[in-house]
């Protein structure tokens, strides 16, 4: 899902703006890998879950984007589902080629099919995490 979020800041923006839950034991490990990576310093991480923090956006409640992983490009595009996956990987230097292969129209009906699936399963594999 991509929306246009309108930029009303004079502030040169992040590259991307990642959005993600915090609160997700399987989320957090997965962003903590990204943040470990080449170029995630340029990316702005944003854990929505942490009710201290603003959110930068006003087009989609706290809620639906602990639900949802989602970016926000640069040029305003807020991406959801596997598809902000593919944004990320493009930000990334090692995942670069990845990214651009899952920006693919055929590809990335695909990514986003299998997050779809990950998020109906999600619920069991964080209760196994938590259990550890």
Not at 59 to 83: I, K, P, Q, Y
Not at 101 to 114: A, M, N, Q, V
Request: proline share 5%; glycine share 6%; aromatic share 14%.
């Amino acid at each position: 899902m991509v929306d246009k979020i309108a930029d009303n800041s004079t502030q040169s923006p992040q590259a991307l703006t990642v959005f993600f839950d915090g609160s997700c034991p399987i989320c957090s490990k997965e962003i903590d890998f990204y943040k470990m990576r080449a170029g995630a310093n340029e990316l702005s991480w944003v854990d929505v879950s942490d009710e201290k923090i603003a959110i930068p956006i006003q087009t989609r409640s706290r809620d639906e984007l602990m639900a949802r992983f989602h970016v926000l490009s640069s040029n305003g595009e807020l991406v959801s589902g596997g598809a902000a996956f593919a944004e990320l990987w493009a930000s990334l230097p090692a995942f670069k080629i990845l990214g651009k292969f899952f920006k693919l129209p055929i590809l990335r009906f695909l990514i986003d099919f299998g997050y779809d699936i990950f998020l109906t399963l999600r619920p069991k594999f964080q209760n196994f995490f938590h259990k550890k």
